[in-house]
Every structure is written in C-alpha cells, then in structure tokens.
C-alpha cells in the first residue's frame, strides 16, 4: 500500500510540468492569428473610411480657423513644428526609455485607455512617485491627467514596469504631449495626436418620469434650455452602481475654443443611491452662446461628455 | 494568483498589443488543452488560432468574471469539444459508410511527449476518458480551483469533487497496473 501511495503523490506533482519540450504554439501559428486581426479589422475600416474623410475634413476646417478664434495662441509665441510631430517613444542617450500604446481611435470628450511601457528595471521608479501631465502646445494648456501616486508594485506578470496602464479623458482634441514625471522631474514623455469628438447635440432620453440628456445608461442631467449668461438647475444622473463620490466637478470647452471654463464644482455630492444611479444637483451657467461641451468629473476622472446648445 | 493586468485596463486600449502578450504568456497552455482534449495536434494547430480570433473580438467585454486563464481555457473547450462532435460525425458517416474499413491505423496526429521523467504519466492521462482527463488537467495541471472548475465546466461542485475522486482512483489504478507491468518485464 505505501508503494502506491508514494506513487500516487508524485504523479500530482509531476502533472504541474508541461509534458513538452518545446512550446507547439508556433511563431506560425501566431504570426496567422496577428494575420487574421488584420484582415478583420480592414473590412471595418472600409466601412468607416467614408465617415472618417468627413469628419477629417470637418475637423481640419476647425483647426486652422482655431488659432484665429482663440485669443490666448498669441500669448504664447511661435510653437516649434518638432513640438507636434507625433512621437509613440522616448529615448535618452539613444535608450528607449517608454512607449506608448494609446486606444486606435483615441478622442478627447471622455475616458480614454493609456498602456505606458517603461524598459528600465523596477529599481528606477520603485518607491517614486509618478505622475503624467497632458500638455497642448498650441494653447499652453497643461493638465495634470494622472496625479502624482507612488510606484509600489511592478506591472502584473512582469518584472518592471513593462505595462503601467491608466486612464483619463482631454478636454478637446488635437496634439498633446504627455509628459511623465518621477519625483517632480520629468522623465520621459510621448506626442499623441487626439481626434476632436463629435459635436453633435448630445440626445435626450427617458428615465423615471423625467428626459435627460447626455448618454443613456451612462450619465445625463435633467434636460432643461441653456441661455447664455443665465444660472439654471441642472440634476445630474450618473450610472456609476450608486458609489459615492467625494468630489464632483463640471467643466466645459466652447466648440472651436481651447479655454476650459469651470462651470460647477461641490465636495458633497449627495448621497449615493441604492438603484445604481448616483443624483447631483448643480447651478450652471454658460458664459456665451453657441455649441458647448460639458465635462464632468467624478473625483478628478471624466467619464464622458456632454454637448449642448446655449442660446 | 497574482491578478492579470487585463482586469484593471479602462475600455479603449490597443488590442493588437494585449492579444500579443496573451499568447505569449498563455499560447502554449491553449494548444496544450486543445491537444489533451482532441489529442490531434492539426486540431491543436486551428483550435488554438480560432481561440485568439475570439478573445481578440471579445477582448472589450472581457468583465473579469472569471481568470484570465479560465476564461482562455474555457473557450478553448468550447472549440476542442465541438471539434470531437464534428470529427466523430465525420468519422462515423464518412469512414464507415464510404469507404466500409474499421479505423485500426494509430491517429498520426499524435505528437510524443518528450520529457522522459514524465511520458508515462502523460500517456496515461491521455487514455483515460475525456471527463475524467479535463477535471485532472484542470485540476493538477493548470491549477485551477475547485471554485473555478465549476464555472468553467457548468456543473456543481458536487459532481467537480466526484468525478475527480473517480479520476484519481481511474489514473492511480492505470499506473499501478503500468508499474506492475513494468517490473513484470524487468523481471523475464
């Protein structure tokens, strides 16, 4: 009895080892996976193309008459060419510090995905503290995106910091530099073109007895008109699961503009609910007619945006 | 286990890059599966493929309800086990009624397992019946609780801990009687 009890311990144990020597996912048969992506996502792009080339155009029109509107570009003096060129990569001396992976069809108007690669070994960022600051050259805006957090652990699976993610929305679109920052000093950083999002009015939708406006099932406020200049009630739903919220801020850009307007700022607000919707009662008011878009945040994150019309 | 770095990305990340570490860090073990259930290794080869196509258009909606491994692992099933329904159709219509011959040649899509130490073991689990073999290697394996065998196989943990003691005592009863066989022709 003792022999195949023996036995019978060991073969658990051995069964943790791959029986194989070699790996047989082959090269092949990944470079066929990465290949098939592809081809996908080409028969999308067709599709999209059409819509795409309007939207470019649309877009395009906006960005050149954008320094004539917007009165803070002549503060600032000539912005360098090398300043907006695109750059997925940082290196120093030669060494490619990071790299950045952002979402394909990264906007501005709402939460967007970053994975940042970092090549040095963990003992360069342990203990510091990290933070990334968005920068628009063409305006000067600088934006504090991710604030300063202490690097504790490296990325999950890996041995250094091979894929720090994070997450945050930009106000408007177009070239953007982020800068990141360790201990205070800048370290590295990366130049992302942002596409500019729609600016059409954002619909409205029932909900209870009420219409509100913005995107259904995600966030809106109780659909009331906007005139310029004039204060009005506005009830904020937010489909965050009813957690709560330290700290709720609204924001808004006017289409075609880059000054960002602080239009409604409480550190309490409310009470979380118990149906998942979380309610916050502003006053907003909107300085000038036009096409706006409101950005709320909920504890320093947008979520996503909303575009109304002031009359 | 440490938590996968996949559960903790916000929606809009590159998928090509995030595809691309997964079969880095989990190709192996789908084609494995996928082997150990259809024990063909040209099934290994497509099943395998189809794996990452499906987790690549799924990879948004990916909601962290299970591992990361779990969730590969259970599509991977999903494929092998479809694979053996369409295999066997194929095999029992087409074989034996076209052609009329038994199927008595070994399958030549089986690969050698080439860890000496091991070889025995794994030829052993390879006979034994595809029920008993999945809760082993999930078990033993891939070392997946009892917790998330469950969700990945869609029975009770009732039946989990059944059919593994059933396992057991199957697996330990073919190596003991492979032992004997052994010392049996030592000993000629």
Redesign the interface.
Known sequence: MKD?EH??LS??N????????D???TEA??S???Q??KL?KNKLRYAGAAVTLAGCLLAAGLYTSWDYLNKDSFGIGIVNQEDLRVRHSYAREGVELLNV??????EAGR?????FSFTEPFTAFKGKSLAITAVHPISGTRLVVSPAQEVTHP???YEGLE?Y?T?FGLPFGGIWRYEIELDGQTYADVVLSVSEPSWEISPVFPYEMYTLRGKKGELGFIDAPFIAGRSQKYMWHLWNKGEAIGNFQVKAVKQGETKIYDIFTTDSPGEASSDRVHRIPSLMKLPEPGVWRLLPYADGQMVDSIVVEVK | M????LH??????????????L?T?Y??D???FA?FLTRK?HA??DI??EV??VV??RLYTFRGESTVKSWLLSITRNKSLNYLKTAFIRKVILVDVLTNRTESSPSPEA?V???M???E??DC?MRLPLKFREV??LH??Y?LPNKEIVLLLQISEGTVKSRMYRA?NK??AM??AQ?EEGKYHEGL
């Not at chain 2, 903790?8 to 570490?21: C, E, I, N, S, T």
């Open positions: 195949s036995l019978k073969w658990e051995k069964l943790r080892e791959r029986p194989f020597r790996s047989h996912f048969i990944r066929k996976v990465m098939r992506t996908r992976y952002p979402d394909p069809y990264l939460r967007m995905g970053y994975m990325s999950s699976g894929r993610t997450s | 440490e938590r996968h770095y903790d990305l916000a929606p809009g990340y590159d998928r090509d890059q995030v595809l691309a570490d079969m860090e190709g192996e789908v084609w494995n082997y290794s290994a080869d395998s493929q990452f196509l690549y258009n690969v397992f080439d860890r130490a091991t070889k073991l794994w689990v082993i290697l033993y394996h070392g057991k697996l330990s190596l003991t032992q």
